[in-house]
């Protein structure tokens, strides 16, 4: 009886996308390649770009031998559900053929000229000492190169022949002239190999193209929670801590996309709780991950839970999850509305702006609080705005503020956002997190202002998206 082959879908083959667990699909049929990457002659990054997706086409296109469908079968696992039957490229065969006539080299060629022009200069030098000592042989040939005209025809005399010295004279000439276009023509055999001398001063290397480790995967399981243990616990600003937990090793990445977030659960009175947050750290910080949760009293994971944690306490987390997964180019520019510890999400994104020399992004954000001792990152904030004014402009909105206050007071109106965000279109979008309440009045406000109004579900298309 025949073994019957599994088969899997799209979205299982999507979860196997890193360096420790690495599938792909080509022309209907799912290989792990994990254990191929190290040997794969096109490095295993090659292998990397495609993991969890359908690879066929970038198959075909790299053009194997006949044997990579033997070594390939050694890596399939099943079949893709509901692909349709499709053949395989014809493998690329070598046909032998004759070897090409070699070129004659530019070498050869000039020594072949060089040799022609010293030829001819000897002639020449030859023709002006003989000429010029009188011999007979040579005395006809002034007559006709310059003399057989009808003015100086004459019956029975002879043309008077050069002396000596006028044959000296006319041969250094001829010499001197053949000498100079001799020595060019060295010249330039002597420099048509290459040399530091051929090169201009500065000669730009192209870099080696790296990955872009804030896209990989790492260490986040999308659906498996995971228990890291908690290295650091410090107040921040009220009720707000920062937590530092640590990675299974100090190289481990957390593999968390830019704008994503993850989930905490817990065990409250034998109830699972979970919720989402969005860490300050990204991939870039090898080894933790960092998180700035405020808690609350009566929460049943921050006030209950977190806010208790001691050092060495493990925590239970998954990810990533969201609708959000920014790259360089998304749009041109980004209002940013943040409320309390809704900052985490805006921060990352800005980090990666800032971070990125070759994002232009301009974002401008706008900050509320209820009191400045509660605005969270603000020197991290403010030396970004400082470093990179043409990424980032901060505007902080305090409810009640102090008299030396030089930022904004009260609420975030649509006049300010007016002034401080950019104006509807194509290239810009406004992202909002923070209290439900701000969150209400600013969606009301933005559609007032022209933006589409966003829907229950934020999508990376939207106009105004939602965290």
């Known amino acids: 009886m025949a073994t019957e082959v599994p088969e899997f879908t799209a979205k299982e083959v999507a979860t196997h996308y890193t360096t420790e667990d690495a599938w792909m699909v080509i022309h209907g049929q799912v290989y792990n390649v994990t254990k191929y990457l190290n040997d794969h002659p096109g490095g295993a990054e090659v292998l990397i770009d495609t ?27 099943g079949k893709l559900k509901g692909a349709g039957s499709r053949k395989a490229a014809k493998p690329v065969k070598v046909a032998a053929s004759a070897a090409p006539k070699p070129k004659e080299s530019r070498s050869a060629r000039g020594i072949t000229t060089t040799v022609g022009v010293t030829a001819a200069v000897a002639a020449l030098g030859a023709v002006g000492v003989y000429y010029g000592s009188g011999i007979e042989a040579f005395t006809a040939l002034p007559n006709l190169m310059f003399l057989n005209t009808p003015s100086s025809k004459t019956t029975g005399s002879r043309i008077r022949r050069l002396g000596f010295f006028e044959g000296f004279l006319l041969a250094s000439a001829v010499f001197g002239v053949a000498g100079g276009v001799v020595s060019r023509k060295l010249m330039k055999l002597l420099h048509a190999h290459p040399s530091f001398m051929n090169y201009p001063p500065h000669i730009k290397i192209p870099k080696a193209v790296k990955p872009d480790i804030l896209l990989q995967g790492g260490w986040l399981h999308p659906s498996t929670y995971q228990t890291l243990p908690l290295v650091k616990k410090e107040l921040v600003a009220p009720n707000t801590y920062h ?21 905490i659960a817990a065990e409250i009175d034998g109830k699972s709780v979970s919720r989402s947050y969005t860490p300050i750290s990204n991939n870039a910080d090898r080894g933790v991950l960092e998180l700035i949760i405020k808690c609350y ?42 409320g309390g510890s809704g900052i985490t999400p805006m921060y990352q994104l800005i980090r990666a702006v800032c971070e990125d020399d070759r994002d232009t992004t301009r974002i401008s954000l706008v900050y509320a609080n209820r009191g400045e001792r509660d605005i969270l990152l603000r020197r991290e904030l403010d030396a970004f705005a400082r470093r990179y004014p043409e990424n980032l402009r901060v505007h902080y909105v305090l409810d009640s503020a102090p008299a030396s206050w030089a930022g904004g007071v009260g609420y975030v109106t649509k006049d300010l956002m007016a002034e401080r965000f950019p104006a509807p279109g194509a290239d810009s979008k406004v992202m909002i997190c923070g209290p439900p309440g701000m969150v209400s009045a600013a969606k009301k406000s933005l559609a007032e202002l022209g933006f589409e109004k966003p829907g229950s579900m934020s999508k990376m298309s939207d106009q105004v998206f939602l965290f």
């Open 243 to 263: 937590f530092v937990f640590q990675l299974p090793n100090p190289q481990a990445v957390l593999g968390l996309p830019i704008g994503q977030h993850i989930s």
């Open 51 to 77: 993991a969890g997706t359908d690879a066929s086409e970038a198959f075909d296109n790299a053009g194997h031998s006949e044997d990579a469908s033997e070594i390939m079968a050694e890596y399939r696992i």
């Open 297 to 338: 009293p009566q929460g049943a994971l921050t006030g209950r839970y977190l806010e208790k944690l001691q050092i060495g306490d493990e925590v239970k987390f998954r990810g990533p999850k969201g609708a959000m997964r920014y790259r360089r180019g998304l749009c041109k520019r980004i209002g940013m509305l943040a």
